[in-house]
Structures are given as structure tokens and as C-alpha cells.
């Protein structure tokens, strides 16, 4: 059974960062791409941002470009976000997502395309 597991969130200030990490179980020669989503309630889920397995091709939101920074390190399964000059938009709980099978660019940005979740860590950033 595939897992991810979550962690790095917390509570930061305005302008402060952070970096989230999720490591994957079961995706050995199975992966094509993971992404970082975010939810706030009463709001839909939004793509933040997703990496390619194979050559690490990064695909961002605009809302995040340029201050968030996708990495994964595949010989432990592990995918990372980097979230420097947080804002209080930014408050949410963020969840990692993986995909076994090809996807365009553009379907890289939809949470329905995604196979397996995480549980969510929160990200809290105060004003």
C-alpha cells in the first residue's frame, strides 16, 4: 500500500519560511510526478506546486512562483517544499500528492489526477 507521510509544518511570521518534506512509500520505479497542494475551509483545493520524477521538471502556481522552491530526492522517495517570504495567504493545511502514470503539464495542476495523499500538515503564518 502507497503512503505519504507529511511533515515541517508550524506557525511562522510574515516574511518568515519554512520547508515541508513528505516521504513516499511504495513509488520505486512507479513514480511520474508528486505536487503539494493547499486547503482552506470554505475554499476549494488549490495547486501550489509539482515536480516531474524522472528529470525534476517544477511547475508552480503564480500565486507561490518565486518564493516557493519543489524538490525531491528520489533514491529516498522524498519530496520537499520550500517556502521562503510566507504570507498570511498562505495559511493553510498543505498535502503532498503522487501520480504513477504520465501527465501533461496542464493535468499536473488538477488534484483529481492524483492517486495517492497525504494527511495534511498545517501551515499557519501569522501578520
Known amino acids: 500500500q502507497v503512503q505519504l507521510v507529511e511533515s515541517g509544518g508550524g506557525l511562522v511570521q510574515a516574511g518568515g519560511s519554512l520547508r515541508l518534506s513528505c516521504v513516499a512509500s511504495?513509488?520505486?520505479?512507479?513514480?511520474?510526478?508528486m505536487a503539494w497542494f493547499r486547503h482552506t475551509p470554505g475554499k476549494e483545493r488549490e495547486f501550489v506546486a509539482a515536480?516531474?520524477?524522472?528529470?525534476?521538471?517544477?511547475h508552480y502556481s503564480d500565486s507561490v512562483k518565486g518564493r516557493f522552491t519543489i524538490s525531491r530526492h528520489s533514491a529516498t522517495n522524498t519530496l520537499f517544499l520550500l517556502m521562503d517570504t510566507l504570507q498570511p495567504e498562505d495559511t493553510a493545511v498543505y498535502y503532498c500528492?503522487?501520480?504513477?502514470?504520465?501527465?501533461?503539464?496542464?493535468?499536473?495542476?488538477?488534484?483529481?489526477?492524483?492517486?495517492?495523499w497525504g494527511q495534511g500538515t498545517q501551515v499557519s503564518v501569522s501578520s
Open positions: 500528492a503522487s501520480r504513477s502514470r504520465l501527465l501533461s503539464m496542464v493535468a499536473l495542476r488538477r488534484a483529481q489526477n492524483y492517486d495517492y
Open positions: 515536480i516531474t520524477w524522472d528529470l525534476g521538471s517544477e
Open positions: 511504495g513509488h520505486t520505479l512507479t513514480t511520474y510526478a
